[in-house]
Antibody
Framework: QVQLVESGGGVVQPGGSLRLSCAAS????????MYWVRQAPGKGLEWVAF????????YYADSVKGRFTISRDNSKNTLYLQMNSLRVEDTAVYYC?????????WGQGTLVTVSS | DVVMTQSPLSLPVTLGQPASISCRSS???????????LNWFQQRPGQSPRRLIY???NRDSGVPDRFSGSGSGTDFTLEISRVEAEDVGVYYC?????????FGQGTRLEIK
């Protein structure tokens, strides 16, 4: 079945870096655009970044532009989010989600905590 | 950006009774291709979001038929015909018609 599994979260100090991964299975990963979405503790959902199926175009929320980089390796069926210059307000559960027009599958999420 | 506004934000419901959540968008969500890209998601406590409804009224596989979506243009509704204990959680609407995608604030459904 379609599955997305995130990893790479953890505790990091402000200004630090972290790289998240999202392993996809059960569908042809290279056919679909992919999202990163985050949810701060007790808050709602916020779109973070999107990458086209072939990696040719990438889009970012203003809150992370210039600090985060989305990428993918279609040979490994894996989506990435490189997060640099992390801030306290980036603390959240980060989810990957499938498909530009559907959001029909989400991973279980990985928690990123930015704290000194 | 398109703003999605849900109401109510908190919804206490008696088991077996109906529930209704409203979602309004700041612009019509009809895409130039004729589709309306309005989804509904359920997030149970401690879980990731799960899509329930896509393109206004299409129920996802495995979603009980007590869930239904309706609406058009800027006004949309998620209805639960008879609330069960497993329906507790937060419900979000989301639009994908315009870039960037945007979510409603969420409606917390609890059992009265």
């Amino acid at each position: 079945q379609v599955q997305l599994v995130e990893s790479g979260g953890g505790v990091v100090q402000p200004g630090g870096s972290l790289r998240l991964s999202c392993a996809a299975s059960g569908f042809t990963f290279s056919n679909y655009g992919m999202y990163w979405v985050r949810q701060a503790p007790g808050k709602g959902l916020e779109w973070v970044a999107f990458i086209l199926f072939d990696g040719s175009n990438k889009y970012y929320a203003d809150s992370v532009k210039g600090r985060f980089t989305i990428s993918r390796d279609n040979s490994k069926n894996t989506l990435y989010l490189q997060m640099n210059s992390l801030r306290v307000e980036d603390t959240a559960v980060y989810y990957c989600a499938k498909d530009r027009w559907n959001f029909d599958c989400w991973g279980q999420g990985t928690l990123v905590t930015v704290s000194s | 950006d398109v703003v999605m506004t849900q109401s109510p934000l908190s919804l206490p419901v008696t088991l077996g009774q109906p529930a209704s959540i409203s979602c309004r968008s700041s612009q019509s969500l009809v895409h130039s291709d004729g589709n309306t890209y309005l989804n509904w998601f359920q997030q149970r406590p401690g879980q990731s979001p799960r899509r329930l409804i896509y393109k206004v009224s299409n129920r996802d596989s495995g979603v009980p038929d007590r869930f239904s979506g309706s609406g058009s243009g800027t006004d949309f509704t998620l209805e639960i015909s008879r609330v069960e204990a497993e329906d507790v959680g937060v419900y979000y609407c989301m639009q994908l018609t315009y870039w960037p995608p945007s979510f409603g604030q969420g409606t917390r459904l609890e059992i009265k």
